[in-house]
């Protein structure tokens, strides 16, 4: 049984992969299973990243389309939910780029559907739009969603406390 259930979407990409292999290394580490799905536009991007060791075997798949109709994004997240083997669910957001998007469409599919989500996003304005037309509908759902983490410094952040983590045996 599964305590966590993530779709990390762009998981087949670099960010998204690494953020798939860590997902998967602290889910081992901690001995609480997680279930990653990646999420994107193309299998063949994704059968490409289990084939060149971007993302582990095992990892399932789900079609989707952040940038495509709304309505059939959210019944793709719908779908996807119900066949979550916990109540515990997440999206990751990591598909890039982001530059030139102005539309936070994933994320508020996300909080109209009592998803929580967070994203890597580095694009000034659309976390700004982000946070200035969805901070308080967020807080009306009591859906968590945190934007902008980033994979520069969040990710190295991490890692270096992971690092020193270990050089004092605590991990």
Same mark, same amino acid.
Request: glycine share 10%; hydrophobic share 35%; with cysteine.
């Given at each position: 049984?599964?305590?966590?259930?993530?779709?990390?979407?762009?998981?087949?990409?670099?960010?998204?992969?690494?953020?798939?292999?860590?997902?998967?290394?602290?889910?081992?580490?901690?001995?609480?299973?997680?279930?990653?799905?990646?999420?994107?536009?193309?299998?063949?991007?994704?059968?490409?990243?289990?084939?060149?060791?971007?993302?582990?075997?095992?990892?399932?798949?789900?079609?989707?389309?952040?940038?495509?109709?709304?309505?059939?994004?959210?019944?793709?997240?719908?779908?996807?939910?119900?066949?979550?083997?916990?109540?515990?669910?997440?999206?990751?957001?990591?598909?890039?780029?982001?530059?030139?998007?102005?539309?936070?469409?994933?994320?508020?599919?996300?909080?109209?559907?009592?998803?929580?989500? @967070?994203?890597?996003?580095?694009?000034?304005?659309?976390?700004? @739009?982000?946070?200035?037309?969805?901070?308080?509908?967020?807080?009306?759902?009591?859906?968590?969603?945190? @934007?902008?983490?980033?994979?520069?410094?969040? @990710?190295?952040?991490?890692?270096?406390?992971?690092?020193?983590?270990?050089?004092?045996?605590?991990?």
């Amino acid at each position: 049984c599964y305590a966590l259930n993530v779709l990390v979407v762009g998981g087949s990409g670099r960010v998204g992969g690494s953020t798939v292999r860590w997902l998967e290394t602290l889910s081992n580490r901690q001995q609480s299973p997680v279930s990653i799905t990646v999420g994107g536009r193309r299998e063949d991007s994704y059968q490409a990243a289990i084939r060149n060791k971007v993302i582990p075997k095992g990892v399932d798949f789900v079609s989707l389309d952040i940038d495509g109709d709304e309505s059939l994004l959210k019944q793709t997240l719908v779908d996807w939910k119900k066949s979550c083997t916990s109540d515990e669910c997440l999206v990751a957001h990591t598909a890039g780029p982001f530059q030139g998007r102005r539309i936070p469409t994933l994320l508020s599919s996300c909080l109209d559907l009592s998803i929580p989500y @967070v994203d890597v996003c580095d694009e000034w304005e659309l976390a700004e @739009v982000s946070k200035l037309d969805l901070d308080q509908k967020a807080k009306e759902a009591g859906v968590p969603a945190i @934007v902008s983490c980033g994979i520069w410094p969040g @990710v190295s952040a991490l890692m270096a406390a992971e690092g020193g983590a270990q050089l004092k045996g605590t991990s």
